[in-house]
Each structure stands twice: as structure tokens, then as C-alpha cells.
């Protein structure tokens, strides 16, 4: 895909990516950015599922996890910079992933989580988070 650019970043020991302008469209409807959206996997509690409807060309998953684990008060540990964020940081986010395996410069292969799409999470996926559905 000419034009696309993939940006790469570690958090917490974890390998990211996204594409920039996939991202810069996230922003705009949504108002989270990936590296926001990443800290939902360092929630020990978050919510992880297949999904089938969406895993034609590539296995796709949702996570259902709040993004102050990763950072925010009451003496967590801050692990990246949130560059964007609309409401509190301390929110449950839904966030669309999916894993490759990436090779580096020197031939080492790492897993790499690839951020698709990220948003604040509606009542139903709050309720289930929470365990009241």
C-alpha cells in the first residue's frame, strides 16, 4: 500500500504498530489515539474475543479493557505518553487488534500487536466489562 505509513512503537515491553493515516481517521471519529488505545493490555481484567465476522484476511480481535492501568494516579506506574485522549484516561476502551509476526533488521522475529481501530466502550460492552451482563 504506497502512501501508508506504519508506525512502530514498545510499551511495557510489548510491540505495537498502526498505520499513521488509519490512526489520523480514528482521531477524527473517535478521539483516542493507538498509543492511548494500547495501554488497555495492561489491564489484568480486560475482555478478549474472536472476531469471526471480521477474520477473512487476517484473524481479528476485540478487547474490552480500561486504559488507566497502564497510567493515571493513585501510584500505578505511567508507561507511555498519551499523545490523545477524549474523556477520562481512566475509561474502558474497545480496541481492535490483530497479532503478526514481524522479522527485524537482524532476523529476529517478534510478535507484534497491529491497532486497527479504538473507541470509548458503549453501556452493553461497559456492562460486560463490569460483569453486569
Given amino acids: 500500500m504506497e ?3 506504519t508506525v512502530s512503537f514498545v510499551l511495557g515491553g510489548l510491540h505495537f504498530e498502526f498505520d499513521q493515516e488509519k490512526q489520523e481517521k480514528n482521531l477524527e471519529k473517535h478521539g483516542i489515539s493507538f498509543r492511548a488505545a494500547a495501554r488497555v493490555f495492561f489491564d489484568e481484567n480486560y475482555i478478549e474475543a ?3 465476522e471480521h477474520s477473512v484476511d487476517e484473524d481479528r480481535y476485540d478487547v474490552i479493557g480500561d486504559a488507566s492501568v497502564a497510567g493515571g494516579t493513585g501510584g500505578r506506574t505511567v ?3 498519551v499523545e490523545s485522549f477524549a474523556g ?3 475509561d474502558i476502551l474497545y480496541v481492535v487488534y ?3 509476526i514481524v522479522k527485524e533488521t537482524d532476523g529476529v ?3 507484534v500487536i497491529r491497532l486497527i481501530s479504538a473507541r470509548l466502550a458503549n453501556d452493553f460492552e461497559r456492562g460486560l ?3 453486569k451482563i
Avoid: M, P
Wanted: aromatic share 14%; proline share 0%; hydrophobic share 15%.
Fill in 3 to 5: 502512501g501508508n505509513k
Fill in 50 to 52: 474472536y472476531d469471526e
Fill in 79 to 81: 508507561i507511555g505518553n
Fill in 88 to 90: 477520562d484516561v481512566r
Fill in 98 to 100: 490483530t497479532e503478526r
Fill in 109 to 111: 522475529e517478534i510478535d
Fill in 129 to 131: 466489562y463490569y460483569g
